[in-house]
């Protein structure tokens, strides 16, 4: 095998790696017995500034009635998001701590074109050289257009959920670094946004899940646009990208590329 193919393999594996580890995280998070629901008994917010007067912390400490699997029990739980006395609240168990169910993280279609992505690429120079390049075209053509399919599909779901626009507002910037100087390498930092809204007549401070390695990206006082998910009960900051279409429509060229090789 060519050092070229050695390396479509290896990034393959890699991509398929990637695609794997993030649906094992989805489905991990979506058995019966680790999702809860909860009612929030008491919260105490936690703030803490730097020397240099940046926020470097921002949570609630939330006591929380947790009830599933025929259970209930009271919880300790952190969140960046806020919520008040009585709030009902979705919980998730990771590892051995509970946590707040976010809408956030990589959808289980997104994940599975990764995998598939990888697999295509990781299986075509070996079916390539075992069997010759149509019967290897062929693999990854169906590959692809299933992976073209999945993206699509995943983005149009996404756009079908009934959201409610709300306006949100930047009030401060969370300073975040980690590591050090040292002689080869640097500290990683990392901006990111609070941001105050309101969804029905309460009023919600919540920490960005996106951020910035640039200081000025995000500025206090910036008004920016949210969405409320009607069904899940949850505020989401972004809207499925038009990348993941923009991807489903690489992928479907890609095996427009690959028929037309076939039966050239």
Excluded: W
Aim: aromatic fraction near 10%.
């Amino acid at each position: 095998m060519s050092i070229q193919n050695i390396f479509l393999v290896l990034l393959g594996a890699v991509v398929f790696v990637i695609g794997t580890t993030n649906i094992r995280a989805y489905l991990r998070r979506r058995r019966p017995e680790n999702m809860l629901r909860g009612k929030v008994l008491s919260s105490r917010q936690t703030v803490k500034r730097d020397k240099e007067d940046r926020l470097i912390q921002h949570y609630y400490e939330l006591m929380v009635q947790c009830s599933g699997g025929g259970k209930t029990f009271n919880e300790k739980v952190n969140s960046t998001m806020e919520y008040g006395k009585g709030d009902e609240i979705k919980l998730v168990r990771s590892g051995d701590k509970i946590v707040p169910a976010s809408g956030g993280g990589m959808t289980f279609g997104t994940a599975l074109a990764i995998t598939l992505a990888g697999m295509g690429i990781a299986v075509f120079p070996v079916v390539y050289q075992n069997n010759g390049e149509k019967e290897g075209s062929f693999v990854l053509v169906l590959l692809l257009i299933l992976a073209g399919v999945i993206s699509a599909s995943s983005f149009l779901k996404d756009r079908r959920k009934k959201f409610r626009e709300l306006s949100g507002e930047i009030v401060d910037i969370l300073y975040y670094r980690r590591g050090d100087n040292k002689k080869f390498s640097r500290p990683v930092e990392s901006y990111y946004p609070l941001i105050k809204c309101t969804v029905g007549e309460k009023e919600k401070i919540f920490l960005s899940a996106y951020n910035s390695s640039t200081k000025g990206t995000y500025k206090t006082g910036t008004k920016i646009k949210l969405f409320y998910d009607e069904e899940q009960g949850n505020i989401v900051e972004k809207k499925a990208s038009p990348a993941l279409m923009g991807l489903a429509v690489l992928f479907f060229l890609a095996a427009l590329t690959g028929i037309v090789s076939i039966f050239a």
